[in-house]
C-alpha cells in the first residue's frame, strides 16, 4: 500500500463571524458613517430604478439594492489613493469610494448631504443618465463609472475584466514605494473566468497590494453557483495560489470591515494579495426593477429570508442596541439620503411637456454634444511638441552596421536608460539572452525589477500592463511572443486597454506600447503567424506603427514611448537577422504619421510595410515597372499619412497594396476602401492587392509558401495594374490578388 500525507494549503482559509463585542468595541463614528453611506447608496439606488421604469436610464440598470454591506464594509476605511475597480454591479462600490472621498472624517447622521455629498451623487447619477456632467461625461454610464481622484479607477461591462487592469494599479503602487492597495470587486460568475484565475496568480507570484473581492450574490443572472461550480465557496480558489482568504457575511457591513482590515495589514506590510469572499444578495434580477422570482429562478421565500438580514437594517439595529440611535434618528438618515438623492434627480430631469401629468424627461439641455461623439478616441499628441525628429536621408553622424534586431534591443536599452518609468514584460523576455530572438538582450541585467518575465497567462500581463499605463507613473512595453496571443488576450487588448481613455471620458492617457513580431515563413503553423495589423486598424484607440529598416524602428520605438496612447509596434522575424545601419545617435523620433517614399515613380503607387517594403523593391525591378514604393510607417487610421499618398494617387492614378497575411484579416481591405472612397476621381482603375491567400499559413514548407505573399506575387500584382484589369481568379492563379 502506497504511504499518503495529508497536504495543507499554504495560505490560510477562514470565515469571519462578528460577534456583540465586535459591535460593542466599534468605533461609534465607524459604524455612523457606514449608516449614512448604506442609506444614501439605497436611496440613489431606488431612484435609478424609478427612473429606469421610466424609461429615462438608456441601456441596463444593474441595482446593487442588498449588496450594500459588501462595498461599504471593505471601503469604509481605505484611502483616497487606495485604488478599486468593478463589474457591471459597481454603483455601490464607486459610491462608497466616491463618498470616503469627499468626506474623509465620516460622515454626520444629523447633517448627512454635505454639498460635496450632493454633488457626488448629482454627478454619479448624471453618468448613469448619459449626461454631459457626468463623471465620464455621459460615455460610461451605468456600466462604466471612474472618478480618478477618489480612487475609482472604473467598473466594468466584462465580466471578470477589470480584474487584470486592477493588478497593473497596484503593480505601479508597490513600485512607486507607496503602501496604497487596489481592491478589484467581482461576483460569483466571474470566479470561472480565465483571467480572474490568472491575475491571482500573478499578484500571488509578484506580491501584489492587491485585494481579490468576491461578491457571492449566489447567482450569475439565474444560473446558481452550485449548478456550475463543484466548490460553492468561492474564496476556496484563493488556496490554489497560495492566498490567504476570509469567507464573510456580506450583509453585515463590520465583519466586512474586520476582514478587510486583516486583509489591508496584510498588503500594506508587502506581503501580497488577499481574497475576501462577502456572501450577498441582489434583491431585484440582474438588470431592472423586478426581483428574481418573477423570472422563476428565485422563490418568494428564499427572498424574503435574505431581506430579513438587510445590511441597512442590521447597522441600524446593532447602532439602536448600543445606544448610539434610534428609530427616530434611523428615520431621519433615510429621509435625508432620500431628499438628497430626488434633489439630484430634479436637476438633471423636468415634466415633459409633451407627456401624462407625472412624467418626466431628460433636461434637453444636459445632454452631451453628438459633435463630441469621436472626441477622445486617442490624445491630441499635444506631448510631442517640441520633440527633435530627424529621417535617415538627414542623419550626418556615425553608424555602425548592425541586425535589425540589433536595433530593437539597443533603442530600448537608451530608453530605459534615460526613463526609469519604461518596464518591460512578456514571456521569456528575462531569458535566453534577450528572448526568443534577442529583442530585449542585456535589458535583464542592466535594469533589474524593470524587465519582468511573466506567466504564460497573456489575459493577465496584458490587462496588468493596462493597469499599470492608467496609473501612468509608468509605461510598460507589453510583449506577445507572437501576434495570434492576441486572441486569447483579446477583451484586455481591445475591450480594456484600446477603449479605456474614450469610454471613460476621453481624458486618460494610456501610454502602453505593444510589442509583436510576424514569423511568417518560419514554420510555426497556423497559430503563430498572422499579421495583426488589419485587426487593429478596425479596433478603436490603438495607434499602429511598423519599420522596415533599423534607423526607422529606433525613431519609431521613440515616437511610441512619448504618446500618451497604447502603439501597436509590429515586427517581422524576417527584417531580425538583416543587416542594416545603425546610428550612434538613438534620441531622435520619426516625424509623426509621415510614411517614406522608398522609390518615385509614374506608373503605380505601391503602397507597403515591414519586410513586405523590401520584397515590394525586388518585384518593382523585376517587373521593370516604374512604380512609386510607399513604405507606410504609421498605419493606423488616426496617424496614415493621407497626403503623400494622395499626392502619389494623383501622379500614378493605379494603387497596389501589398501585404503579406491572409485576405481575411487584411489590412489592406481597408486601406483599399478608404483609399477608392479619398481619391476615387484619380483613380484609372480599381485599387489592386496582394495578399496571403485565404488560409492561415501551415506548416508543410510548400504549403506556407503558398499560404504568404513575397516578391513573386507583388510581381503579378504588377502585371495585374499594368494590364489595367481586377483579379477574379483564384489567389494561386493570380499571384494571391484580392
Known amino acids: 500500500m502506497p504511504r499518503e500525507k495529508r497536504l495543507q494549503p499554504g495560505s490560510s482559509w477562514v470565515e469571519l463571524r462578528t460577534t456583540p463585542s465586535d459591535w460593542k468595541n466599534a468605533d461609534p463614528a465607524l459604524l455612523s458613517t457606514m449608516l449614512g453611506q448604506l442609506h444614501l447608496i439605497r436611496a440613489f439606488e431606488e431612484e435609478v430604478l424609478d427612473l429606469a421604469g421610466a424609461g429615462l436610464v438608456h441601456g441596463p440598470a444593474h441595482s446593487s439594492i442588498g449588496q450594500e454591506g459588501g462595498a461599504v464594509g471593505s471601503i ?106 487596489t481592491v478589484s470587486y467581482f461576483g460569483d460568475g466571474a470566479t470561472n473566468i480565465g483571467s480572474v484565475l490568472e491575475s491571482m496568480n500573478l499578484a500571488a507570484a509578484w506580491k501584489l497590494p492587491f485585494c481579490f473581492f468576491i461578491e457571492n450574490n449566489l447567482y450569475a443572472v439565474s444560473t446558481k453557483v452550485d449548478e456550475v461550480t463543484a466548490e460553492p465557496r468561492l ?41 475576501i469572499e462577502a456572501e450577498v444578495y441582489r434583491y431585484f434580477h440582474q438588470n431592472g426593477p423586478y426581483p428574481g422570482s418573477a423570472f422563476g429562478y428565485r422563490t418568494k421565500e428564499e427572498e424574503a429570508a435574505w431581506r430579513a438580514r438587510d445590511p441597512l437594517l442590521r447597522v441600524a439595529k446593532e447602532m439602536t442596541t448600543l445606544g448610539l440611535i ?42 452631451p454634444d453628438p459633435g463630441f461623439v469621436d472626441v477622445g478616441i486617442r490624445g491630441d499628441l499635444s506631448e510631442l511638441q517640441g520633440a527633435r525628429t530627424q529621417e ?31 518596464v518591460v514584460l512578456g514571456e521569456d523576455i528575462h531569458r535566453l539572452k534577450g528572448g526568443t530572438n534577442g529583442a530585449t538582450k542585456g535589458l535583464a541585467e542592466k535594469y533589474p525589477g524593470r524587465v519582468l518575465g511573466t506567466p504564460i497567462s497573456e489575459n493577465a500581463f496584458a490587462g496588468l ?78 495607434r499602429i506603427m511598423a519599420a522596415s529598416t533599423p534607423y526607422d524602428y529606433i525613431g519609431l520605438m521613440n ?63 523585376q517587373a521593370g515597372v516604374d512604380a512609386e514604393l510607399i513604405d507606410l510607417r504609421f498605419l493606423d487610421r488616426a496617424s496614415i499619412d493621407w497626403e503623400t499618398i494622395g499626392e502619389s494617387i494623383q501622379k500614378t492614378n493605379a494603387v497596389l497594396i501589398v501585404e ?45 509558401r503558398a499560404a504568404i505573399a513575397r516578391a513573386d506575387e507583388v510581381v503579378a500584382g504588377l502585371e495585374r495594374v499594368r494590364a489595367g484589369f481586377g483579379a477574379t481568379p483564384s489567389a494561386a492563379a493570380a499571384g494571391k490578388g484580392a
Not at 467598473?155 to 514605494?177: D, R, Y
Not at 476570509?246 to 496584510?266: C, F, N, S, Y
Not at 476621453?506 to 510576424?518: E, F, M, Q, S
Open 76 to 181: 469604509v476605511a481605505l484611502r483616497s489613493s487606495d485604488g478599486v475597480n468593478g463589474s457591471h454591479r459597481g454603483h455601490h462600490q464607486f459610491l462608497a469610494k466616491a463618498l470616503a472621498h469627499v468626506a474623509p472624517d465620516g460622515l454626520d447622521l444629523k447633517a448627512l448631504v454635505t454639498p460635496e455629498v450632493q454633488t457626488v451623487l448629482q454627478r454619479t447619477l448624471a453618468e448613469i443618465l448619459g449626461l454631459a456632467q457626468g463623471y465620464c461625461r455621459g460615455r460610461g454610464g451605468s456600466m462604466h463609472l471612474q472618478w480618478f481622484e477618489a480612487g475609482a479607477l472604473g467598473t466594468n461591462a466584462i465580466v471578470g475584466g477589470g480584474v487584470p487592469l486592477g493588478a497593473g494599479n497596484a503593480w505601479a503602487q508597490k513600485h512607486a514605494g507607496t503602501t496604497d492597495l
Open 235 to 275: 474564496s476556496a480558489r484563493a488556496l490554489g495560489f497560495n492566498i490567504p482568504a476570509w469567507r464573510v457575511d456580506g450583509m453585515d457591513p463590520l465583519a466586512v470591515h474586520l476582514a478587510m482590515e486583516k486583509a489591508t495589514e496584510r498588503m500594506r506590510a508587502g506581503d501580497g494579495p488577499a481574497v
Open 326 to 367: 434610534d428609530d427616530e434618528g434611523v428615520a431621519a438618515v433615510r429621509a435625508q439620503a432620500q431628499e438628497a438623492v430626488r434633489r439630484a434627480s430634479a436637476e438633471l430631469t423636468e415634466a415633459d411637456p409633451d407627456g401624462k401629468a407625472g412624467v418626466r424627461r431628460i433636461r434637453p439641455d444636459l445632454w
Open 392 to 422: 535617415a536621408a538627414e542623419y550626418a553622424g556615425e553608424s555602425s552596421k548592425g541586425k535589425f534586431v540589433d536595433a530593437v534591443a539597443a533603442v530600448m536599452d537608451r530608453r530605459m536608460g534615460e526613463d526609469e518609468r519604461i
Open 465 to 542: 500592463g493596462g493597469g499599470i499605463a492608467l496609473d501612468t507613473r509608468y509605461r510598460p512595453v507589453v510583449e506577445f511572443m507572437y501576434p495570434d496571443f492576441m486572441w486569447v488576450a483579446a477583451d484586455q487588448v481591445f475591450n480594456q486597454i484600446g477603449k479605456a481613455r474614450h469610454m471613460f471620458g476621453g481624458d486618460n492617457a494610456v501610454p502602453l506600447v505593444l510589442r509583436t513580431k510576424i514569423a511568417m515563413g518560419s514554420g510555426y503553423g497556423s497559430q503563430h503567424l498572422m499579421d495583426p495589423a488589419g485587426i487593429f486598424a478596425t479596433s478603436p484607440g490603438w
Open 559 to 621: 515616437t511610441a514611448l512619448a504618446i500618451q496612447d497604447p502603439v501597436l509596434m509590429i515586427e517581422h522575424v524576417d527584417l531580425y537577422a538583416e543587416s542594416g545601419s545603425i546610428p550612434e545617435d538613438l534620441d531622435y523620433q520619426i516625424p509623426f504619421g509621415k510614411a517614406a517614399v522608398r522609390r518615385t515613380g509614374s506608373e503605380v503607387t505601391v503602397i507597403s510595410y515591414l519586410s513586405m517594403v523590401g520584397e515590394s523593391a525586388k518585384a518593382i525591378e
Open 660 to 704: 503579406q497575411g491572409a485576405q481575411g484579416t487584411s489590412y489592406g481591405a481597408w486601406l483599399a476602401d478608404e483609399i477608392q472612397r479619398r481619391y476615387f476621381d484619380w483613380l484609372d482603375q480599381p485599387v489592386q492587392r496582394v495578399t496571403g491567400s485565404e488560409a492561415s499559413p501551415s506548416i508543410s514548407k510548400v504549403l506556407e
